[in-house]
């Protein structure tokens, strides 16, 4: 028997069906044919050998075998299910199924599709099938899955850590190392603020500026892990003698500052006075007693940040000129 296969071409009957026994030996993927019985069974009637292999079929098993016997009870409705949606609807179904075989290492996907074969004439139905494995692909899908937790988990570790780093130099860069008072990086922030305010709201406010006396010949005579004492010491001094809302840090070597807000003239002398006289009766370790020179300014209209800084400098300055241990305002 001859066949046209297109304008050029004739091919016979048996060599078309030599190739697509060809084709239905030789496929990795596994090929199948069910007939749809009256009572809702489907038998097998064609697997190709990849199914055969895979599923170890008999050869009573792999051609005209009842699902229904072949399968336990909730696969069979699971898989009937499908092959009579592809028969009433006439269409293709696609889906995805998982089995755990028993020679194999865990779970294995196949991916399904289903075509409706319905003769006309005799009224037989039958499903062809055809099922490719995935499950490699879905190993890696997996892997990569894992790999992309980790990751994520890698990141969170590392961004908590930078936030604990960022959150660590925010306080080092706002606070002195030696005396943990406000750094001048702060104390500028801080006075800025206030200038702001007292411009806005008309605020008064108020500066203390302090300088150790003779702090360089306790260096010179103990050395400097003394003088670093020395400074730790009056820094402590310093945070009992103001309020809470007073604003105090190192603006350099051994010279602080106070920011003293909504404060007059009579204020800052309040202060300089607790400080002066809690200072003189603290006994510096290895020490003894010392001084300090004091220059105080209070917030005037035309100021700005500069401006004030250089008054109660000037004022300071004014202090050891007149023989250190003073307080002088401008
Ligand atoms: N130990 C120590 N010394 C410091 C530190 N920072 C600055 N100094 C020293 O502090 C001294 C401050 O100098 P001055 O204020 O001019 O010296 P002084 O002896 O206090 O002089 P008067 O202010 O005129 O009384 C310098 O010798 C600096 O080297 C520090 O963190 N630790």
Not at 27 to 50: C, H, M, Q, W, Y
Not at 75 to 100: G, T
Not at 263 to 282: C, D, G, P, Y
């Amino acid at each position: 028997m001859i066949k046209q296969v297109n304008e050029h071409k004739t091919v016979s009957c048996e060599d078309e069906l030599r190739f697509f026994k060809a084709v239905w030996n030789n496929s990795e993927d596994n090929l199948f044919i069910v007939l749809k019985t009256e009572d809702g069974d489907f038998i097998t009637e064609r697997t190709n050998p990849a199914l055969v292999k895979l599923f170890q079929f008999t050869p009573e098993q792999a051609s005209g075998s009842s699902l229904k016997a072949l399968l336990p009870a909730e696969a069979f409705q699971k898989i009937a299910q499908r092959y009579n949606d592809c028969l009433q609807n006439n269409a293709a179904v696609h889906y995805e199924e998982s089995h755990v075989l028993d020679d194999s290492g865990g779970v294995r996907y196949w991916e399904t599709m289903l075509l409706p074969i319905i003769d006309e004439q005799t009224g037989e139905q039958r499903v062809f099938g055809i099922s490719r494995e995935f499950t490699r692909l879905k190993r890696i899908e997996e892997q990569l899955k894992l790999a992309n937790e980790r990751l994520e988990e890698k990141v969170k570790a590392r961004t908590k850590e930078l936030e604990e780093a960022l959150q660590k130099m925010e306080k080092i860069s706002i606070y002195d190392k030696l005396t943990k008072l406000y750094n001048r990086h702060k104390l500028d922030d801080e006075l800025t603020n206030e200038i702001n305010f007292a411009k806005r709201y008309g605020n008064c406010f108020g500066l203390i500026l302090m300088d150790v006396d003779n702090f360089k010949t306790i260096n010179d005579s103990l050395g400097h892990v003394i003088g670093d004492k020395v400074l730790v010491e009056f820094a402590d001094v310093l945070k009992q003698s103001i309020r809470q809302t007073d604003i105090a840090g190192r603006w350099g070597g051994d010279e602080f500052l106070i920011i003293v807000p909504k404060a007059s003239r009579e204020t800052i002398l309040h202060l300089v006075n607790t400080l002066q006289k809690n200072i003189k009766q603290h006994e510096f370790e290895k020490v003894g007693l010392l001084t300090l020179s004091i220059g105080g300014a209070v917030y005037k209209e035309s100021d700005d940040v500069d401006s004030i800084i250089q008054r109660a400098d000037r004022a300071l300055y004014k202090s050891k000129n007149k023989g250190k241990d003073n307080f002088t305002f401008e």
